[in-house]
């Protein structure tokens, strides 16, 4: 267990910042070089209702930095010839079988998310269904050729290995990963008897809207879980011993966890995963593993999320540092104190000038503010928004009721009145880079034209089946529980509570009332399909999604 070093105190006053700023009651910190743990903090609450500090053996689910741990083994087994990243999957899972118009998914596209895959619903109890039901779904593009992330992608490698070593996961992975490096307060799986040492994960008591700042959070849910794509719970001290596996290229002391030659295979990006086609090796995905370049700096690692709980593990191969964060809570960017960490880190090393911290988040502080400024008008309601800069943000005022506007991502914000949930304010530009004048503020189904601009898109006929979808739907899936669909301009939209927005493409544009549409833009390849069905005095009462999962009509 690593002192907390008086010459972190600078990271440690950030830490204490940023968390009193985020939705996470608490916090687990360590930095490591290649050899050892340079520094720990346990900030905030375990448990806050109970007033239970953090503590330096709290355990926190990891979530999907699991699923690299899922890739070591399955590397070692194919060092040791017992699998064949090039054959087909359905080599070594004989019942796996998928709908396809391209060539065979291999194992080594399932450990880069490029095969195809849906993301994943969680809807099974027993998951490993999810696999089978994949049946249900299609291929969506020639393996290896985009990237998609792939939850069940990485529950089907999980399988895998119980299949090919004999032992439920778990035990797999205590034994190929665990114990070799020494992470002996870490658990394979979730199961209710490791939940006596981890914190209480907290999430947004409105789970149907964007999260405001200051929102009431309530504890979330709890499930046993042990599968492929992040099932592990853990402490910071613990990670950071994973985290020296990964600076040390797959070593751990004189013992190799896997070979050089595994080492730079799982490291080396497959696919870019902010454009999805093939990689630059700026940011992109490798086996398990998310790699990038920053700053003339090589980073390896992965973040994770479950219900309740985010993380991070970063390794900054450049300067042999590392860092791994454990939170217990949600919408929570974790990079940022991460990269500062490892600065710190590499400043207090080298004897260089302490870096200067990250500003603190802060969703009032809007960037270029003075480009959304200005009156709005939806024509079909005759409802009118005003924007304004505020202070050093912006405020949107409807009438008798207004509020200042707190930024969510891109150019969505939130707008905390009740006179504005469910959805967010979600502004458009006509300038391809959108950093122009704003056009639009689409606020649902709702269109406001700036009185100065003309109208992005005209509204189309839509089909008048359609009419029969637009409404919230819910599932009892732990992680995706809801979402709503709204009906704009003549097109169909899924609308997340998160305040992200996608478009819905029919398939069978023929079929107004129970064909497949494709979730994502028009002209582009998709993962992800849904079909309304069970339409009832013209509302549909339930979604169907691709891959297993449905979804009903609450609203």
Known sequence: MAVLPTEFSVLTAYLRD????????????????????????????????????????????????GKSMTALALMQLVQMGRLDL??????????????????????????SHTAGLPAGTDFAPAARYEGYALREAEAAWEPGSRFHYSNTGYKLLGWLLEDVTGLPYGEAIRRRVLEPLGMAATDPVIT?????????????????????????????????????????????????????????????????????????RMTTPVTD???????????GYGFGVICHHADGHRFIGHGGGTVGFRSIM?????????????????????YPPARYAVQVAAALRDGGPTP??????????????????????????????SIRTSGHGLRVDAGTYGCQLEHIAGNAFCAPHDAFDPFPLRFRSADTADDGPVSEVHHGPEVYVRADSEPLE???????????????????????????????????????????????????????????FKIGPAGEPSAERLRFDTVVGNRALRIRWTGGGDFYRVG
């Open 18 to 65: 940023w968390l009193a700023a985020v939705p996470s009651p608490g916090l687990s910190i360590s930095v490591t070089d290649r050899r050892k743990t340079l520094y720990s903090a346990s900030l905030g609450y375990g448990d806050a209702a109970a007033r239970q500090p953090v503590r330096a053996d709290t355990t926190f689910q990891i979530g999907s930095i």
């Open 86 to 111: 090039d054959a087909p999957l359905s080599t070594h899972l004989p019942w796996f079988a998928m709908p396809s118009r391209y060539g065979p998914i291999a194992l080594k596209h399932m450990l």
């Open 192 to 264: 209710h008897s490791s939940r006596r040492q981890v914190a209480t994960g907290y999430v947004p008591l409105h789970d149907d809207r964007p999260y405001r700042r200051g929102d009431t959070l309530v504890p979330g849910g709890w499930s046993e879980y042990a599968v492929g794509d992040g099932s592990q719970v853990s402490t910071a001290e613990d990670m950071a011993r994973y985290a020296r596996l990964w600076l040390n290229e797959g070593r751990s002391g004189i013992h190799a966890i896997v070979s050089p030659a595994s080492f730079a």
């Open 273 to 283: 995963m902010r454009r999805g086609g093939q990689s630059q090796h700026d940011y």
């Open 314 to 334: 970063l390794t900054d191969q450049t300067d042999g540092l590392g860092v791994v964060i454990l939170c217990n809570g949600v919408g929570v960017d974790t």
């Open 356 to 385: 200067e911290p990250p500003t603190a988040p802060d969703p009032t502080r809007i960037a270029k503010a003075d480009r959304y400024a200005g009156e709005y008008l939806d024509s079909a309601s005759g409802r009118r928004l």
């Open 458 to 516: 005209t509204a189309v006929p839509h089909p008048p089946g359609w009419s029969a979808f637009p409404g919230q739907y819910r599932s009892h899936a732990p992680y995706l529980k809801t979402f709503r669909v709204i009906l704009r301009r003549g097109r169909l939209y899924l609308a997340w509570p998160h305040g992200g927005e996608e478009t819905l493409v029919p398939q069978n544009p023929g079929d107004d009332r129970s064909g497949w």
